[in-house]
């Protein structure tokens, strides 16, 4: 049962052009959602949180919404540069993931981002 | 900036072999985690530690273990490895405390002949 999911396996975008990555999650508990970047044989970096205190938290060109009434967040990436082709994942936290210890983290599939120059 | 650092980047064992991957941070963070990435999976929690000495299972522990003996450095063990077990294994740290992010190494990719 997947609590966080990543619907679209894979995402094409033109250089320039806005990149959407979006994402569900089904438990009202998460409060803390994340999305990673991967590159192949690296390990995931941090790319931008949100807390569900808020609905929107933006750094240069990544942006992050939260509609907590949806149970779901996007990722908007403006202007796309070629090398923003990675596999992005989102990711939650909260209360109650393993024994109401917090900091464990609920990851998607990933989104594979290509963005063509 | 944290580091996170895994001891190999690849690794090629043989069935019935015990394997160790070792995992250090360097930003005294409280929290240590192993996950292992699978095609088509994402990232899936095997055994993760809040302080020395602690562990608890993940999602998918079985076939594993784990040992913290020192704050920055958190071990895998494969006891036995399989073949089912080949795949890339990622370490991640963090700080205690709300909204704090998880910190990764660059993962070591571990086939099992």
């Known amino acids: 049962d997947q609590q966080v999911k990543q619907n679209s396996p894979s995402l094409s975008v033109q250089e320039g052009r806005i990149s959407i990555l979006n994402c569900d999650y089904t438990n009202s508990m998460f409060d803390y959602f994340l999305w990673y970047k991967k590159y192949p044989a690296e390990g995931p970096t941090f790319l931008i949180s949100?807390?569900?205190?808020?609905d929107k938290n933006e750094d240069g060109r990544f942006t992050v919404f939260l509609n907590k009434s949806a149970k779901h967040l996007s990722l908007h990436i403006v202007p796309s540069q070629p090398g923003d082709s990675a596999v992005y994942f989102c990711?939650?936290?909260?209360?109650?993931?393993?024994?109401?210890?917090?900091?464990?983290?609920?990851f998607g599939k990933g989104t594979k981002l290509s963005v063509k120059p | 900036d944290v580091k996170v650092t895994q001891s190999s980047r690849y690794l090629v064992k043989r069935t019935g072999e015990k394997v160790f991957l070792e995992c250090v941070q360097d930003m005294d963070h409280e929290n240590m985690f192993w996950y292992r990435q699978d095609p088509g999976l994402g990232l899936r929690l095997i055994y993760f530690?809040?302080?020395?000495?602690?562990?608890e299972k993940g999602d998918i522990p079985e076939g594993y273990s784990v040992s913290r003996e020192k704050k920055e450095r958190f071990s895998l063990i494969l006891e036995s490895a399989s073949t089912n077990q080949t795949s890339m294994y990622l370490c991640?740290?963090?700080?205690?405390?709300?909204?704090?992010?998880?910190?990764f190494g660059d993962g070591t990719r571990l086939s099992i002949l």
């Open positions: 990711a939650a936290s909260g209360f109650g993931n393993y024994g109401g210890s917090q900091g464990n983290l609920i």
């Open positions: 949100i807390s569900s205190i808020k």
């Open positions: 530690s809040y302080d020395v000495k602690m562990k």
């Open positions: 991640a740290s963090s700080a205690t405390g709300v909204f704090q992010p998880q910190h």
